[in-house]
């Protein structure tokens, strides 16, 4: 039975044909206590994933599938809002399909048949880069939230302060006063909830080209 929530713990969906091998791999699987939802193709689970974007887990699919083929499946999952990391486990492979693979960030490249623990520890490093990618979707936009209660003007004094400009030298750079600019920068500090400078610095490196982008737009 599929799981309908989004918050559920996370999953190992397989993607293969076989359905003698999703059945072996779904009792290995769940016999690390893991929740498992297999599929018989990749339209199969795009559908599933089309339902619960949201659910966090990994993807184990296989090289060779009709219709879309593993590759096909992964570039379609890397361009979803919350991308699942990928495992290949496949007897169709070949070198240059495996390094495509792992250019598009799969974990691992597995081939049939395969090592239950090599398996079992590419699921772990799967699930933990999921986790860790998760954790700094959410802080980003946890940041950008923050971005956005900035108005034009304040925008406008932020990127000056990372830059490194003294309050006066902000205030001669946009034709206003030092003390407006000083209450400004207060009221940045509070709304990006930072302390100093350097804090600053490092939130809007995380935000990329998003300052850069929305000073430019605004």
């Known amino acids: 039975?599929?799981?309908?929530?989004?918050?559920?713990?996370?999953?190992?969906?397989?993607?293969?044909?076989?359905?003698?091998?999703?059945?072996?791999?779904?009792?290995?699987?769940?016999?690390?206590?893991?929740?498992?939802?297999?599929?018989?193709?990749?339209?199969?689970?795009l559908l599933y994933r089309s339902r619960f974007p949201d659910a966090p887990g990994c993807a184990i699919l296989d090289f060779k599938l009709p219709g879309l083929n593993g590759l096909e499946l992964q570039e379609s999952l890397r361009q979803q809002k919350e991308p699942l990391p990928v495992i290949f486990l496949t007897g169709h492979g070949d070198i240059p399909s495996s390094v495509r693979a792992m250019k598009l960030d799969a974990v691992d490249f597995l081939t049939k048949p395969v090592c239950a623990d090599d398996l079992l520890a590419?699921?772990?490093?799967?699930?933990?880069?999921?986790a860790e990618a998760r954790e700094a979707r959410h802080r980003k936009q946890e940041l950008l939230a923050r971005y956005e209660k900035l108005t034009p003007r304040e925008r406008e004094v932020l990127v000056l302060i990372v830059r490194g400009l003294l309050n006066k030298q902000i205030a001669f750079e946009l034709g206003t006063v030092e003390r407006t600019i000083k209450a400004h920068r207060a009221h940045i500090f509070a709304k990006m909830q930072v302390q100093s400078v350097a804090e600053l610095v490092r939130i809007t490196e995380q935000l990329g080209d998003t300052v850069t982008r929305k000073k430019q737009t605004d």
């Open 122 to 130: 590419a699921v772990q490093r799967a699930f933990a880069a999921d």
């Open 1 to 45: 039975m599929k799981s309908d929530s989004k918050n559920s713990k996370p999953a190992v969906y397989l993607v293969d044909d076989d359905p003698s091998l999703l059945k072996a791999l779904s009792r290995l699987l769940r016999s690390a206590e893991w929740q498992v939802e297999p599929f018989g193709s990749a339209e199969e689970f």
